[in-house]
C-alpha cells in the first residue's frame, strides 16, 4: 500500500522550486495555500532532525500540477530537495517537463536540472544538459537546443528535425525580463546556416518591447536597390509607434511611420509615410516633377456612451500612382482591411462617421471623401459628401400588423467645379407575412417614399454625365409609392438517401411611371448588378436616386437537391417581366425593356472534394450569355487548386465597366509528401495578353513550409512598367514568417 501524507510545506516548496526553475509562476505557488497530496511506496527518517526519504514510484498532486520521480529527499537542515531518477512534471498548461536530476535550495533561490528536457503544449520540444536557477531571478540552460518539429518517425525511429535552434547559453533574467542567447545557430535538417554570436529578446511576460523588427531587402527596377528596418516604439501600456525607414537608392528614403492608442472609450490607428523625390537623378523614369509624395491610412472606433458610436476611415495619398509605385499597403492592425484601402487602385474613400443605436431606432451621420487615382479622374469633379443623415425607427402597427419603419435621409453631395446635389428623403414601409395551412408563404409590403432634390451649377456636370441643363440651379420634388406581394410554395420530396426541394416564387410590385427625371442626377445607384440574388428585390436600385417604377413581376424557381454522400445541388433561375416597355434601367442592366435578362445560379458540392458556383445572365431575345462568373475549386489525387472564368458583355459608360473576359487559375501538384508544386495563370480573353504569371516551388512539413516562386506581372499604369518578381518565403512554426525578394 502506498503511503499518503499531507506534508504540504515540503512538497509544496519542492514543486514551487521546480517551477522556478523552469520559469513558471513559483511566487503564485507559495501564495495559494494550497495543500500537497504525496504518494511514495515508501518514507523514512533515520533520526529525528535527519533528511525526510520518499522511494518508490513518488507523486506528488499541486493543484493541476504533477511531480513524479523515483527518489525524494528534504533535509531540513540545509534546506535542500533532491529529486532524482525519472523526474517528471506536468504542469497546468499541459508543458512536461523531465530531468535525471533536481536539486533545489529551500529558498527557492538557487537550483539545478541535469538533463533537461521540455515538451511543450504546442508540441514544441526543449531540451538542455543543465537548466540552472541563480539568485532567485536568472534562470539558465547550457547546451539547449529548441525546435517544433518531430525528431521521431512513425516507426519510432530517431529522426533530423526540419529546423532547430541551438545554443551554448541560455540566459533569461527575471527582473530584467529579457532572453538572452550566446553563440546561436539555426540548423536546416542537421546543417547550420545561420549564426549569431549574441542574441537577446523579452521574455514571455513582455507584452511588448521597444526593438528592431525584421528587415525587408531587395531590389526594384522604379526604386533600385532598397532595405527597409523597422523599428518600434513602445512608448506606454496603451500607445507605441513603429518607425520604418524605407531607403531606396532611385528616389531617396520613404519614411513610413504607425501610431497605434488605445483609449478607456476606444482605439484607433494612424499609418503614412512622406519622400521628398527632388533629388533624385533618373531621367528615364516619368514620373513628373512631383517631388513630395505621401500617404495616409487609418481607422478608429469609439465608443462614446452606450447608445453613441464614433469612427473614423482614411485612405488618402498625393498622387495616382504613389501606392503602386512603392507598394504600399496598410500593415499590423490595418492589415484586414488591405483590399478596401489600397487594393482598390482607382478610388481610395475616407469616412467620418457616428450612430446612435436603440432597441428600436438608428441614427448616422456620415461624411464620405473620395479620391480618384485613374488617368481620366478630374479631382474637381470627384464629389465629396458632407454630411448624409439617415434615421430609421421601428414600429409595430396595432391595426394591420406586421412590421413597419419610418426613414429619413438628408444629404450634401459638393464638388468644387461641377454639379452641388442638397437632398432631403423620408420613407414609410410596411411588410406582413403570413403561412398557409398547406405550407404557402405570402408576403404584402408598401412604400412610400417623398424626397426633394435641389441642385446647383448643372451646366457644369458631373465626372461621369455631361450636363444635362443650362440653368444653374433646379428644385425637384417626388413622391413615390410602390405596393405589392411575394408569394412562394416550397416543396419537399424524399427519395431514398437524398432529399430534394423545389419552391416557386412570385413577386408583384406596382409603382406609377415617371419617377425618375433628368434632372436628378444618379450619384448614389451607379453600382446595380441583376443576378438571383437581386431578383426579388421590388427596388433593385441600390441607393435613392434611383427608383424601379412602373408595373412588374418577379418570378423565379429554387432548386435543392441533397444526398447523403456529401453530394448538394442548389439552383435558382428567374426574370422580371414589365407591363411598360419604358424601364429606368440602361441596356447593360439586363433590365431594360419589357421582359429581362434570364437570371441563374449553380452551386454544386461534392464534400471536400469538388465544389463548382456559376452565376449568368442570358440575353432573352439572343439566348447569348451578356454575363457569367464561374468558379471551381477541386482537390483530386495529388492535384487541387481553383479556376475562375469571368465574362462580361457590358458596355456602361455610367460605371466605365466594358466587356472583358478573364480566366484566372491557382494550381498545386503534390510530388512527394511535402514537395510540391505551384502554378498560376491570370489571362484577359479579350485581348488575349497575359495579366499575371506565377510558378513556384514548395515544401512543407508539421513544422516549416519554404517556398520560391517566380512572378510576372504585365499590368501598366504610366511609370508602372511590367516586372518580374522571385520571391522566398518561409514559415517556421511558433517562430513566425520570413521573406526575401527580388524584382526586376
Not at 194 to 219: C, K, M, W
Not at 404 to 426: K, P, Y
Not at 479 to 499: C, D, K, N
Request: contains cysteine; hydrophobic residues 35%.
Amino acid at each position: 500500500m502506498p503511503t499518503r501524507l499531507r506534508i504540504g510545506t515540503i512538497l509544496r516548496s519542492l514543486i514551487a522550486s521546480v517551477l522556478a526553475v523552469f520559469a513558471a509562476a513559483s511566487a503564485a505557488a507559495q501564495q495559494s495555500g494550497e495543500d500537497v497530496l504525496f504518494e511514495a511506496a515508501n518514507i523514512s527518517r533515520e533520526a529525528e532532525n535527519g533528511p525526510i526519504i520518499a522511494e518508490g514510484d513518488v507523486s506528488a498532486f499541486f493543484g493541476d500540477q504533477l511531480l513524479s520521480a523515483d527518489r525524494v529527499t528534504y533535509d531540513p537542515a540545509t534546506e535542500i530537495v533532491t529529486a532524482v531518477g525519472n523526474v517528471t512534471l506536468v504542469s497546468a498548461q499541459g508543458d512536461a517537463f523531465y530531468a535525471d536530476r533536481i536539486e533545489l535550495a529551500g529558498d527557492l533561490r538557487d537550483g539545478i536540472a541535469v538533463s533537461f528536457r521540455a515538451l511543450l503544449s504546442d508540441d514544441a520540444r526543449l531540451a538542455a544538459r543543465y537548466a540552472v536557477r541563480r539568485r532567485g531571478a536568472v534562470n539558465e540552460l547550457r547546451h539547449a537546443v529548441y525546435s517544433a518539429c518531430d525528431v521521431c518517425r512513425r516507426d519510432g525511429a530517431p529522426t533530423t528535425p526540419t529546423w532547430r535552434l541551438r545554443a551554448v547559453r541560455v540566459t533569461q533574467n527575471e527582473e530584467r525580463r529579457t532572453i538572452s542567447y550566446r553563440h546561436m545557430f539555426f540548423d536546416l535538417k542537421g546543417v547550420p546556416v545561420l549564426y549569431a554570436p549574441y542574441f537577446q529578446q523579452p521574455d514571455p511576460t513582455v507584452e511588448r518591447q521597444s526593438g528592431f523588427l525584421t528587415p525587408n531587402i531587395g531590389n526594384n527596377t522604379l526604386l533600385g536597390a532598397f532595405f527597409e528596418l523597422p523599428y518600434y516604439f513602445a512608448l506606454s501600456s496603451n500607445f507605441d509607434m513603429t518607425l520604418a525607414p524605407f531607403y531606396t537608392s532611385n528616389d531617396g528614403v520613404l519614411w513610413k511611420n504607425e501610431w497605434r492608442h488605445r483609449l478607456n472609450f476606444g482605439e484607433y490607428v494612424l499609418q503614412g509615410g512622406v519622400i521628398n523625390t527632388e533629388q533624385r537623378d533618373n531621367e528615364n523614369d516619368p514620373i513628373g516633377d512631383a517631388s513630395l509624395r505621401w500617404h495616409v491610412f487609418g481607422e478608429g472606433d469609439f465608443n462614446i456612451t452606450p447608445e453613441w458610436r464614433a469612427g473614423f476611415d482614411v485612405a488618402r495619398t498625393s498622387d495616382d500612382t504613389y501606392i503602386r509605385r512603392y507598394d504600399i499597403e496598410p500593415e499590423g492592425d490595418l492589415r484586414r482591411d488591405a483590399n478596401s484601402l489600397a487594393g482598390d487602385l482607382t478610388r481610395l474613400t475616407t469616412n467620418v462617421n457616428a450612430s446612435r443605436l436603440t432597441e428600436q431606432s438608428r441614427l448616422d451621420v456620415d461624411s464620405f471623401f473620395f479620391q480618384g487615382l485613374r488617368p481620366g479622374d478630374n479631382a474637381g469633379l470627384t464629389p465629396y459628401v458632407l454630411p448624409q443623415i439617415s434615421y430609421t425607427r421601428d414600429l409595430k402597427p396595432a391595426l394591420i400588423g406586421g412590421r413597419a419603419e419610418v426613414r429619413g435621409d438628408i444629404l450634401s453631395l459638393q464638388r468644387s467645379e461641377g454639379v452641388d446635389t442638397r437632398r432631403f428623403a423620408s420613407a414609410v414601409a410596411w411588410s406582413r407575412g403570413l403561412t398557409t395551412r398547406s405550407g404557402q408563404r405570402i408576403t404584402g409590403f408598401a412604400e412610400l417614399r417623398a424626397e426633394v432634390y435641389h441642385t446647383e451649377d448643372l451646366n457644369e456636370g458631373t465626372e461621369l454625365v455631361a450636363p444635362v441643363l443650362d440653368d444653374d440651379t433646379n428644385t425637384q420634388f417626388r413622391a413615390l409609392p410602390t405596393i405589392g406581394a411575394q408569394w412562394s410554395f416550397p416543396l419537399v420530396r424524399y427519395s431514398g438517401a437524398s432529399r430534394q426541394i423545389i419552391e416557386p416564387i412570385a413577386q408583384v410590385a406596382l409603382s406609377p411611371i415617371g419617377g425618375n427625371p433628368p434632372e436628378i442626377f444618379n450619384e448614389d445607384s451607379q453600382s446595380l448588378e441583376f443576378d438571383t440574388a437581386s431578383l426579388f428585390q421590388f427596388n433593385k436600385f441600390s441607393g435613392l436616386d434611383r427608383f424601379e417604377d412602373g408595373q412588374r413581376a418577379n418570378l423565379g424557381v429554387r432548386f435543392a437537391s441533397i444526398w447523403e454522400s456529401g453530394l448538394r445541388v442548389d439552383a435558382t433561375v428567374g426574370q422580371t417581366f414589365r407591363v411598360q416597355e419604358q424601364s429606368p434601367f440602361g441596356q447593360e442592366t439586363g433590365l431594360d425593356g419589357r421582359t429581362s435578362d434570364i437570371v441563374g445560379s449553380l452551386d454544386l458540392t461534392l464534400g471536400r472534394s469538388f465544389r463548382l458556383s456559376n452565376r449568368l445572365r442570358i440575353d432573352e431575345d439572343s439566348g447569348s450569355i451578356r454575363r457569367n462568373e464561374t468558379s471551381a475549386r477541386y482537390r483530386l489525387g495529388r492535384f487541387d487548386g481553383l479556376f475562375t472564368h469571368t465574362s462580361l458583355e457590358d458596355n456602361d459608360v455610367e460605371t466605365g465597366i466594358v466587356s472583358r473576359e478573364e480566366l484566372n487559375t491557382r494550381n498545386r501538384f503534390r510530388v512527394t509528401r511535402n514537395w510540391f508544386g505551384t502554378v498560376g495563370w491570370r489571362e484577359d480573353l479579350v485581348t488575349n495578353q497575359t495579366i499575371q504569371q506565377s510558378f513556384g516551388v514548395l515544401y512543407r512539413d508539421n513544422c516549416a513550409s519554404f517556398q520560391i516562386s517566380y512572378r510576372r506581372d504585365f499590368i501598366r499604369d504610366r511609370e508602372i512598367q511590367p516586372n518580374t518578381s522571385v520571391l522566398f518565403t518561409f514559415q517556421l512554426r511558433t517562430l513566425g514568417d520570413f521573406g526575401l525578394s527580388n524584382l526586376n
